[in-house]
């Protein structure tokens, strides 16, 4: 059985047994049927963590490939084959003192010993499975002080490996430097389009597990804005899902509000005598009808818009809102004496430009508004550790 070991204290009373190393799947994947972009999140090089160097060599030749050019062929190799344990020599100390939940795997009759000779001439074994090797040992290299050789550039998906073992064991305060480092990276914090990926997953779970507020509001607002429902990914091992189901729910409400609005609207414009503008009954007649047409389109063309309203998005409904086509514009009547309904003489010059986008303007503002200002607060546990710390 093919292992690698990893020493960090060599004194250390615990030996961690790291099985199937490397098994656990954080990459979300893009299932939403009928998407015509889920096969632009397939699985890439750019879903592999950075290469470290240095005391992290031994991880990287079984976790991250390399390009050979080859005559013959050019390919992404690894230089080893992933191993089935890994085994990481620490202290005890260190841990209980940093984790929780280390602090209580390591309690009990055992725990004594730890400090006889015997048990640092043969550590005491505590497994554990499936976590990335090199993310692992970064993060108890933090644990253990030893940050001096732990690189301070790193990419997402390393650092949402890291993220994933922080939350576990709940040692947030050892790696909080270092994060406030790795989050202010651009590779990291930043994305130069509007879209919602894999990445803005990986960043929003990132954000949330290390509270940057400036990164989770932006991730979040992207995913109030751009996502289409639950369904649109399959998160595997990435435990952001309790996350994504306050934004679902905040999605529905929204899209909720602007089809209310339509509802209302067309509520007004089958009753209202005259439209707000120039007081015209054919310009209320005509958007009435176009805003009728188009919802017998929307539900033939489109999925069902009916709540949690699975592939739609609080953008794509407000495209749904802007495509629809506005009418000519109209001139206001006139009576015997030259004056139209209002009184005003000679107005044939003004046109009502009325429309459905604009009498919907001041709620797809609201909507905009509060996809903004939604805080992390909002969220069930959110400033929790650093409540614990200070």
């Known amino acids: 059985m093919k292992s690698v070991s990893y020493v960090i204290d060599p004194d250390g009373d615990i030996e961690l047994v790291l ?3 490397n098994t656990q799947n954080i990459i979300p994947q893009k299932v939403l049927i009928g998407d015509e972009y889920a096969t632009s999140d397939l699985f890439t090089i750019e879903f592999y963590s950075s290469v470290l160097q240095g005391r992290y060599m031994v991880f990287d030749n079984f976790d991250t490939p390399k390009f050979v050019d080859g005559e013959e062929y050019a390919d992404w190799v690894f230089a080893e084959e992933t191993p089935e344990v890994v085994r990481i020599q620490v202290s005890s100390k260190h841990l209980t003192f940093a984790s929780k939940i280390f602090s209580t ?25 499936a976590w990335d090797a090199k993310a692992f040992a970064v993060v108890l290299d933090a644990i253990h002080g030893r940050v001096q050789k732990i690189p301070r550039r790193i990419n997402l998906v390393l650092l949402a490996r ?3 073992i922080v939350d576990y064991y709940q040692c947030y305060e050892s790696l909080e430097l270092l994060s ?40 979040a ?3 109030l804005r751009n996502s289409r429902g639950l369904s649109e990914f399959q998160l595997n091992d990435l435990p952001v899902g309790g996350v994504l189901d306050v934004l679902n729910d905040k999605r529905t409400e929204l899209i909720g509000r602007l089809l209310k609005g339509l509802d209302d609207l067309r509520e007004s414009l089958h009753t209202e005598d005259e439209c707000p503008g120039l007081g015209l009954s054919d310009c209320s007649s005509a958007l009435l009808g176009m805003l009728m047409r188009e919802g017998v389109r929307w539900q033939k063309d489109y999925q069902p818009l009916t709540t949690p309203y699975c592939g739609h998005s609080v953008v794509t409904m407000m495209g749904l809102i802007e495509e629809i086509p506005r009418p000519k514009p109209f001139h206001p009547r006139y009576n015997n004496s030259g004056r139209d309904r209002s009184g005003e003489v000679n107005a044939y010059h003004r046109q009502c430009s009325c429309t459905i986008q604009g009498r919907m303007q001041a709620l797809v503002r609201q909507v905009n508004n509060d996809s903004l200002r939604f805080h992390p607060s909002q969220i069930q546990g959110w400033g929790l550790r650093q409540k614990e710390n200070d």
């Open 19 to 21: 099985n199937e190393p």
């Open 105 to 129: 795997m390591l309690q009990g009759p055992w725990a004594e010993a730890t400090t006889s000779f015997s048990s640092q001439r043969n550590p005491r074994r505590v497994p554990t499975s």
């Open 162 to 164: 890291i993220a994933t």
């Open 180 to 219: 406030d480092v790795w989050l202010s990276d651009e590779s990291v914090a930043e994305e130069d389009f509007d879209s919602y990926t894999v990445n803005s997953l990986l960043r929003l779970y990132v954000a949330w597990v290390f509270e940057d507020e400036a990164i989770f509001s932006t991730e």
């Open 221 to 223: 607002d992207r995913a």
